[in-house]
């Protein structure tokens, strides 16, 4: 009696739940062929939320060995955001013995020179072609050997991505090897120790000749990872802060969570130029809850506003204030900029104009995009700071080399009205 009184209930309450459940999501993960360009056979699977926004951000999520794309997609928290926040992520996957990404050939380590990094460029270009996506919020994110590749990538293609976070990954071309295998010991243990230069050039040299600017990191460890040790971390932040020239001394070092300490280099907001954050007491297991979504703030992508859909256009401005330091050295020097909205209306979309001394040449920047590299340089405001609000800064700065002259501009303006100096 009671099984029959069970089976009777069970269908009425059942379809009590169905009626005021919310509808479920209608997006999916798809699988996508015929991409483009793809010399390693890579696998493309594309999540595009039901809510996606007109010229939606891309988000490349990277899977570790032995993963796939749909285990990257199931396992982590990136597509639910992608739900919040109207992005779209590609989920790429590797289908060699291992499922490993190619982070350690040659031709994986420079522009164009084929092998895995090619085909997620492709992956890029197809979302662009397709959907429509702003070419000037492309991130990358990945875990492991994701971790890695998300730091090939900002090596190989930084006119691509515009940001990066590595969990758990080493430093650009640090696992490189020439005969063929695809796995470095030295690296993996944590034993190979280069100078902040030497991995900077190490990044420079995967894209020759190329002087725009670098795209931020942000990179992630456990304290107690035994695949990838932990030294790779201070190995990484050597690497990004050389690469996009700030102080490798942090700007701010606080702890957002028990157990985790960030340090921020180049300045103290969400969206500084590097970020690294050292988890303690963890292996080699990241990103766990709450991650993805640091990750996400650090790239902009839960802002609540849309972007300004012609940033090249400058509004009428308000009052500006410019600092301007320069570290200089030899052949070369570091100039940091500081603007600052001192009128009472927000400045948005800006863009800094000054002319640099004879002799001084741009070859990397950070916070703005630089162009062109000498004489009359217009500097634009990127996603995260091209809104400045009455009384805040946005720090940008750039390398630069010289010829004898390490002088600064002698004036600014923004939007054609003069700023004031110091």
């Not at 062929?33 to 056979?41: I, K």
């Not at 749909?70 to 992520?89: H, N, Q």
């Not at 992630?220 to 996009?244: A, C, F, K, M």
């Not at 020097?333 to 009128?343: K, M, S, V």
Request: with cysteine; charged share 10%; hydrophobic share 35%.
């Amino acid at each position: 009696m009671l099984t029959a009184l069970l089976a009777g209930i069970l269908p009425l309450l059942s379809a009590l739940l169905l009626a005021v459940a919310p509808p479920a999501s209608a997006a999916t993960l798809t699988e996508v062929t015929g991409f483009g360009s793809n010399p390693s056979n890579l696998r493309m699977h594309l999540y595009v939320p039901d809510g996606v926004r007109e010229r939606p951000a891309v988000l490349v999520a990277v899977h570790y060995c032995t993963g796939s794309g749909p285990a990257f997609y199931s396992g982590t928290e990136f597509a639910s955001l992608a739900d919040r926040y109207g992005f779209i992520v590609v989920y790429p996957s590797a289908t060699r013995s291992g499922n490993c990404f190619d982070v350690s050939s040659p031709q994986a380590l420079r522009r164009d020179g084929g092998s895995d990094p090619v085909g997620i460029r492709s992956m890029v270009g197809y979302v662009q072609q397709r959907y429509g996506s702003d070419p000037g919020r492309v991130f990358v994110t990945g875990a492991s050997s994701g971790a890695m590749m998300t730091n090939v990538l900002l090596g190989d293609y930084p006119d691509v991505f515009k940001a990066g976070a590595a969990f758990m990954g080493v430093p650009h071309s640090c696992f490189a090897t020439t005969d063929g295998s695809e796995w470095n010991s030295a690296c993996a243990n944590g034993t190979v120790d280069r100078t902040p230069q030497q991995w900077g050039d190490l990044v420079r040299a995967a894209y020759p000749g190329y002087s725009g600017a670098r795209p931020r990191m942000q990179v992630w460890h456990g304290t107690e990872d035994s695949t990838l040790r932990y030294p790779n971390l201070n190995e990484e932040i050597d690497q990004w802060t050389d690469v996009l020239g700030v102080s490798r001394t942090p700007a701010s070092t606080d702890s957002p969570q028990s157990g985790w300490t960030r340090t921020r280099y180049g300045s103290t907001g969400d969206q500084a130029p590097v970020e690294a954050i050292s988890v303690q007491g963890v292996g080699h297991s990241l990103p766990t809850a709450g991650m993805a979504a640091r990750a996400v703030t650090f790239f902009g992508l839960d802002a609540t506003t849309p972007t300004d859909p012609d940033p090249g256009t400058d509004p009428t401005p308000g009052s500006c204030r410019v600092g301007y330091t320069v570290s200089a050295w030899n052949t070369g020097l570091t100039a940091t900029i500081t603007l600052t909205n001192t009128g009472t209306t927000a400045l948005t979309g800006w863009s800094l104009a000054f002319t640099l001394p004879a002799g001084q040449t741009i070859t990397s920047g950070w916070g703005a995009n630089y162009s062109p590299s000498a004489g009359a340089v217009t500097a634009t405001g990127l996603t995260y700071n091209a809104t400045l609000a009455p009384g805040a800064s946005a720090q940008t700065g750039f390398q630069a080399s010289h010829s004898g002259d390490t002088g600064k501009p002698s004036a600014f303006t923004v939007g054609g009205a003069a700023c004031g100096t110091g």
